[in-house]
């Protein structure tokens, strides 16, 4: 259970750190509708948060269907007498792609273009989502920006499938996307005061966490 506990702080300060990565895959987007709204500094207010929240039904979606898949993998796994290969090597493919975040190996060439292919074939949904001003209408385009392929949601949907569970994968992808919420709810206020340097500082210390959670889920195979 602390474990757990312990590991859902990991990623939610992994979502904290990394909201710079986020902000600058999805800035353009909460810009353009950021521009489209009208009402008080409460409606702006809901608007924003609908998006994130948008995001984040989204992203725990994704967890529960990682998690699937990881309990679907420990069961062969284990009846086949290999589970700690399982959890072993779906770790490494995470401290993988934490380390390419970091820039210290390199980036996976097809897991970029599927983000260029992904925008190239959403354009229709989205200039339709973009075209309606209200307030509610920022709760689908997160929906929709929820399923943007990116290296660090590839790292976190690892962890996912590590965890072997429906729930507690929903539950790691939930606290991540919490995590992102408040930079990108004050995107608009600061990032514009917020250095390229220091934002590539946080970015690297949400992947080195990453780093950590796999060599963690290493350690415990062996403890």
């Known amino acids: 259970m602390n474990n757990m ?3 859902y702080f990991l990623l939610f300060t992994a979502g904290l750190l990394s909201s710079m990565h986020c902000i600058g895959m999805c800035g353009c987007f ?3 509708y950021s521009i489209k709204l009208r009402g008080s500094n409460l409606q702006r207010a809901i608007a924003h948060l609908g998006y994130s929240f948008g995001r984040i039904t989204t992203y725990t979606f994704i967890g529960a269907i990682m998690g699937l898949i990881g ?4 069961f062969l796994g284990k009846m086949a007498g290999v589970q700690n290969y399982v959890i072993i090597t779906m770790s490494i493919i995470m401290i993988y792609l934490g380390l390419s975040l970091a820039n210290f190996v390199p980036k996976i060439q097809w897991l970029d273009k599927s983000g260029e292919l992904f925008l190239k ?3 229709k949904p989205f200039s339709k989502i973009m ?3 209200s307030i509610l209408s920022t709760y689908p385009l997160g929906l929709v920006l929820g399923f943007l392929p990116c290296c660090l949601l590839y790292t976190i949907e690892m962890q996912a499938m590590n965890t072997g569970s429906p ?3 929903a539950l790691s ?3 991540f996307g919490l995590g992102t919420i408040p930079a990108l709810f004050t995107f608009g206020m600061s990032v514009n005061f917020i250095d390229n340097r220091i934002k590539n500082k946080l970015i690297n210390f949400a992947s080195y966490i990453l780093i950590f959670m796999g060599c963690l889920s290493i350690y415990r195979v062996f403890n």
Do not use: E
Request: glycine letters at 4%; a positive charge.
């Open 121 to 123: 074939y959403s354009q």
């Open 167 to 169: 729930i507690k994968g």
């Open 131 to 133: 075209k309606n001003k």
């Open 71 to 74: 309990s679907n993998l420990y």
């Open 30 to 32: 909460v810009t353009s």
């Open 5 to 7: 506990f312990m590991d």
């Open 173 to 175: 992808m939930f606290f």
